[in-house]
C-alpha cells in the first residue's frame, strides 16, 4: 500500500523567508510525486511532478522539490515567501506499476505568510 | 486551451434526493477522475475512467457511481444521499498514463441538509 505523510497541517513563514513543507512517502515501487496548491474555494492546480528524471524538480511560481529515495521524501521548497503564496498545499503520490492511475494524498499543509 | 470544466459548482440536497455532477476534461484527455474532498478525510479517490471503462475505483460505498461518454465527458451520480455526502467533488482529467499531469477542475459543492 502507498500513502503520503505531510508533517505540519499547519506552518507559518514571514514573508521573505524560506519555505519549507516536508513531504514523505512510503512506496514498495518507484512512484510519481506530484505538488499541488489550493486557494479558497478554487480547485487544485499543479505545481510540480517527478516522474524519475532529475531528482531536483522545478516547478511555478518559484517552488521546487528534491526527490530523495533514501529518506523516502519529496519535500517543497521556495527561497522566499511572497504574501500570494498562503494557500494550502498537498502532496500526492501514484505508483509507477501497471494498473494505477489514481493519486493518493497527504492530509496537505495551510501555509500562512506573515507580512 | 479550456481546462476542465464542472458543473454545477455549487447545490443544495436533501437528506435521501440524489445528484448528477458533470465533468468536461482538457480536450484531448481521456482520462477522467474524481475525488472527493472534506474537511475530515481529506481528498480521497472516488474513481477513474479511460475511454469510457472503469478502470480504478476507490472505497466508496455502491451508492456512488459514474460513467463516461464518447467524448470524454464524465458524471458522477450519488444516490440517496446523506449528511456525510456535503463535501467538495473534484474531477481531474488526464492523457491517461501514470506519469502524465493531472489537471482538476473547480469543484463542485455539494451541501446535503
Known amino acids: 500500500a502507498q500513502s503520503v505523510t505531510q508533517l505540519g497541517s499547519h506552518v507559518s513563514v514571514s514573508e521573505g523567508a524560506l519555505v519549507l513543507l516536508r513531504c514523505n512517502y512510503s512506496?514498495?515501487?518507484?512512484?510519481?510525486l506530484f505538488w499541488y496548491v489550493q486557494y479558497p474555494n478554487q480547485g487544485l492546480q499543479l505545481l510540480l511532478k517527478?516522474?524519475?528524471?532529475?531528482?531536483l524538480v522545478k516547478g511555478i511560481n518559484g517552488f521546487e522539490a528534491e526527490f530523495k529515495k533514501s529518506e523516502t521524501s519529496f519535500h517543497l521548497t521556495k527561497p522566499s515567501a511572497h504574501m500570494s503564496d498562503a494557500a494550502e498545499y498537498f502532496c500526492?503520490?501514484?505508483?509507477?506499476?501497471?494498473?494505477?492511475?489514481?493519486?493518493?494524498f497527504g492530509k496537505g499543509t495551510k501555509l500562512s505568510v506573515i507580512p | 486551451k479550456a481546462g476542465v470544466t464542472q458543473t454545477p459548482r455549487y447545490l443544495i440536497k436533501t437528506r435521501g434526493q440524489q445528484v448528477t455532477l458533470s465533468c468536461s476534461p482538457i480536450?484531448?484527455?481521456?482520462?477522467v477522475s474524481w475525488y472527493q474532498q472534506t474537511p475530515g478525510q481529506g481528498l480521497q479517490f472516488l474513481f477513474e475512467?479511460?475511454?469510457?471503462?472503469?478502470?480504478n475505483k476507490g472505497n466508496f460505498p455502491g451508492r456512488f457511481s459514474g460513467r463516461q461518454f464518447s467524448n470524454s465527458r464524465s458524471e458522477m451520480n450519488v444516490s440517496t444521499l446523506e449528511l456525510g455526502d456535503s463535501a467538495l467533488y473534484l474531477c481531474?482529467?488526464?492523457?491517461?498514463?501514470?506519469?502524465?499531469?493531472?489537471?482538476f477542475g473547480e469543484g463542485s459543492w455539494l451541501t446535503v441538509v
Open positions: 481531474a482529467s488526464s492523457q491517461g498514463q501514470p506519469g502524465n499531469t493531472i489537471y
Open positions: 512506496s514498495s515501487v518507484p512512484p510519481y
Open positions: 517527478y516522474t524519475s528524471a532529475a531528482t
Open positions: 500526492a503520490v501514484i505508483l509507477s506499476g501497471a494498473g494505477s492511475y489514481q493519486l493518493t
Open positions: 480536450s484531448g484527455h481521456r482520462s
Open positions: 475512467y479511460f475511454s469510457e471503462t472503469q478502470r
